[in-house]
């Protein structure tokens, strides 16, 4: 019996879509093909398999075809970095891709909290790679440094941490700029109906009751995800409680968000955003910090570059041209670092 409002035609196609533009630039047009169309393949069975069977409605439907669509995404972009040869490829991914059939289809018979379904998911995921690779250097397929390196891969991580560091980074410049960052472009969120009235909180948010904090918290976010790249926003918002990403979503589309709120709030908000940032050590010296700035050079032509640093301080130009030219210019590492994911996010 097929299931009412669930067209996993048009889903999977819009999947393979999206993925189509998130690729690594790296990659060459076979290994983004193979990433899309697997993609796509996996989307497409889980659809059709879920809507003839008639189990479930069309949100469980949709989330079980999204969850084998993000994680064949995520899973063959690990397997064409690893090294593993081509041929081992597909096996690899149909295990992955059952595994997360089977998980999800039992987590919501049983009613599952989604996150902690989502948790599950995840760990069966890298296990089910894990033992795939580890089959391989049984049977003497791989050797040991090729089967450490693909187990070591992990696309999704990749991604979670640049988009910590891209807020990170959107943080630190916003609050040391002063003012509420501009969106770049048109936010991709719903669009907000009507006039929405933002406290205000010029004096500190300690002064706000408790609803009304976190409100202008949430407000602050949208305003720095509208700068951000929306694949690495999506990662952020997936560790977000549902109710609260929807907010940040529905902020997000707000016509000319940065004008509703007041500046002096934002950088309250930046400042304690700032404050709760893990302070983690940066093992990173200034030689890889200037490798990681020529690198960009081969993805970004040299006018790109000049008008992404237009905005920017007189020495944060000069540092980062002088790197182009394997030159260190005296800064501090953190900024460096900051400065350099900074670039490498625009890509």
């Not at 048109?186 to 929405?196: E, I, T």
């Not at 301080?313 to 400065?339: C, D, H, N, Q």
Request: charged share 25%; hydrophobic share 40%; proline share 6%.
């Amino acid at each position: 019996m097929a299931i009412q409002g669930f067209d996993y035609k048009g889903f999977a196609q819009s999947m393979h879509e999206q993925a189509q533009q998130l690729v690594p630039p790296n990659f060459t047009p076979d290994q983004k093909e193979y990433i899309a169309t697997t993609l796509l393949k996996f989307s497409m069975i889980a659809g059709e398999a879920l809507d003839k069977d008639g189990e479930f409605n069309a949100d469980q439907a949709v989330m079980i075809t999204q969850i084998i669509a993000e994680w064949s995404f995520h899973k063959s972009v690990d397997l064409i970095n690893s090294g593993i040869p081509r041929q081992y490829w597909d096996p690899i991914m149909q295990k992955i891709a059952l595994t997360i059939f089977e998980v999800s289809k039992n987590a919501f018979r049983q009613n599952v909290p989604q996150e902690q379904a989502l948790e599950a998911i995840e760990h069966h995921v890298r296990k089910t790679y894990v033992d795939a690779i580890e089959e391989l250097k049984k049977r003497n397929l791989i050797d040991d440094e090729l089967m450490e390196k693909a187990v070591n891969q992990s696309n999704i991580d990749a991604m979670a941490q640049s988009a910590d560091e891209q807020m990170q980074a959107a943080t630190e410049m916003a609050a040391q700029n002063g003012a509420a960052p501009s969106p770049q472009g048109r936010p991709q969120g719903a669009p907000v109906q009507g006039n929405v009235n933002l406290p205000k909180a010029p004096n500190g948010l300690e002064k706000l009751d408790e609803e009304s904090a976190k409100m202008l918290k949430l407000v602050t976010v949208a305003m720095l995800f509208q700068r951000m790249q929306q694949d690495k926003v999506q990662v952020i918002l997936d560790r977000f409680d549902p109710d609260e990403a929807n907010d940040i979503i529905r902020y997000m589309g707000m016509p000319d968000l940065a004008q509703k709120i007041d500046a002096r709030t934002v950088m309250h908000c930046l400042r304690d955003f700032r404050d709760l940032l893990p302070a983690q050590p940066l093992n990173v010296s200034p030689t890889k910090i200037v490798n990681k700035i020529k690198a960009v050079a081969d993805f970004m032509d040299r006018p790109k570059l000049e008008l992404l640093l237009k905005p920017e301080r007189a020495r944060v130009r000069r540092f980062v041209f002088s790197a182009l030219e394997g030159e260190t210019v005296e800064m501090p590492t953190k900024v460096a670092y900051i400065i350099a994911s900074h670039i490498e996010s625009n890509i």
